[in-house]
T-cell receptor
């Protein structure tokens, strides 16, 4: 079955520190991959996407993600976290056809000053 | 360009009632998908509509239904509401071209409708 795993439910980092959120997927073929961010009471905002090609993708708000086929991973990174980055982050995967997104359980990011 | 809009934003219903939620996609987007978000189950796919046809369906009971109009606006309906239907219902729109027509598959989400069933 198709699945996306985010191993970390909560992560706390200090403001200015680097961040890495983990995501692993299990799909029959390499899916399209996405990271979304959700602030409390809000919808999901697309941070970045991977369809094919360059395995390091850049997104908005200074985020980047690296696709590693051998590890079935698509980890999200940011070199320096800001207090406004505190939110919940979702990794999602989608097959080649259709628009069904399969989401991970989410990682809540807390930023301490 | 205006984003995805959903109405109403908040709704309180009683068990056994039915509810209709509305979604207006980004202009030019032909696909609308619906997702349910709950603390226990997370984000789950309900269904997708493309050019007024349901193209994909998640694992939800028949009480959950939807439709899409010729202007791409979509509605979802939940009949005979249960307490467990309390959730944030998110709508997403996408260009969602047919296979072989391009690669613009990212989905943009609306703010959601918070449904509370009492």
């Amino acid at each position: 079955a198709q699945s996306v795993t985010q191993p970390d439910i909560h992560i706390t980092v200090s403001e200015g520190a680097s961040l890495e959120l983990r995501c692993n997927y299990s799909y029959g073929a390499t899916p399209y991959l996405f990271w979304y961010v959700q602030s409390p009471g809000q919808g999901l905002q697309l941070l970045l996407k991977y369809f094919s090609g360059d395995t390091l993708v850049q997104g908005i708000k200074g985020f980047e993600a690296e696709f590693k086929r051998s590890q079935s991973s698509f980890n999200l990174r940011k070199p320096s976290v800001h207090w406004s980055d505190a939110a919940e982050y979702f990794c999602a995967a989608q097959g080649e056809y259709g628009n069904k997104l399969v989401f991970g359980a989410g990682t809540i990011l807390r930023v301490k000053s | 360009k205006a984003g995805v809009t959903q109405t109403p934003r908040y709704l309180i219903k009683t068990r056994g009632q039915q509810v209709t939620l509305s979604c207006s996609p980004i202009s030019g987007h032909r696909s609308v998908s619906w997702y349910q978000q709950t603390p226990g189950q997370g984000l789950q796919f309900l269904f997708e509509y493309f050019s007024e046809t349901q193209r994909n369906k998640g694992n939800f009971p028949g009480r959950f239904s939807g439709r899409q109009f010729s202007n791409s606006r979509s509605e979802m309906n939940v009949s005979t509401l249960e307490l467990g239907d309390s959730a944030l219902y998110l709508c997403a729109s996408s260009l969602a071209l047919l296979p072989g027509q391009g690669n613009s598959y990212e989905q943009y989400f609306g703010p959601g409708t918070r449904l509370t069933v009492t």
